[in-house]
């Protein structure tokens, strides 16, 4: 695939944006990316979602037990839940794909995913790393670096590249890999990796929210 500069036309990749499709049929609305306190009712799960009231009952899910089972710290009966389903005419959350799920952060109050189309992030060393039309942002536990223009380029295995204009002294590299960090055992859908002049800093990623045609 030829490269794509960043900046002028955001790349979306049918790939990996799975979770952005349209479900019709049985169901009773499109596919919905939700996110909330993901908590143990009554041998299941119900999602508390961010910024509502509503609370939403899951459908048994082998994925979500498994995950929440790896991402949990011991005692706990809720976390954060970022994932993506469709809701049935009982009000029932049938869920897809688990983007995030964490034990530490800012959960809900975490906006990060509203204002990106990508997102990494590392905790030894710390660091984060957005992705929006505007380029790429990278934070390394003390400054916040000015968005550099990037080219992005789609490798045939689904991994995406994006590298800073006009040296390449910044990468960051996202990889549609299951990835558990290993200080917080926090859950990702994407394993990262981002490159600093040579230096190699890995991670986990996720999809952001924002999404340009």
């Known amino acids: 695939m030829s490269p794509i500069r960043w900046g002028i036309a955001a790349l ?36 508390r979602e961010c910024g509502s009231q509503r609370v939403i009952p ?16 011991p005692g706990q009966t809720a976390i954060f839940t970022d994932l993506t389903g469709q809701l049935d005419r009982h009000g029932r959350l049938h869920p897809d794909q688990v983007l995030r799920m964490q034990s530490h952060g800012r959960g809900c109050s975490d906006d990060s995913a509203r204002t990106a189309q990508w997102v990494a992030q590392g ?30 380029e789609q490798l045939p295995d689904g991994a995406l590249n994006a590298a800073s204009l006009p040296d390449h002294q910044v990468e960051l590299w996202l990889y549609p890999q299951p990835c558990q960090d290993p200080t917080t055992g926090d859950y990702f859908h994407l394993r990262a990796t981002l490159l600093v002049n040579g230096e190699q800093l890995r991670g ?3 999809q952001g929210a924002l999404v340009t045609p």
């Open 204 to 206: 986990c990623g996720y």
């Open 123 to 152: 905790y030894q060393p710390v660091w984060q790393a957005w992705l929006s039309p505007g380029g790429l942002v990278r934070f390394d536990g003390e400054l916040t670096y000015p968005a550099r223009s990037v080219v992005i």
């Open 58 to 73: 899951l459908v048994e899910s082998e994925n979500v037990s498994a995950i929440y089972l790896q991402a949990s710290q």
């Open 12 to 47: 979306v990749s049918p790939l990996l944006l799975t979770g952005c499709g349209v479900m019709q049929g049985v169901w009773s609305g499109e596919q919905q990316r939700l996110s909330g306190l993901l908590e143990r009712s009554n041998g299941g799960f119900v999602l």
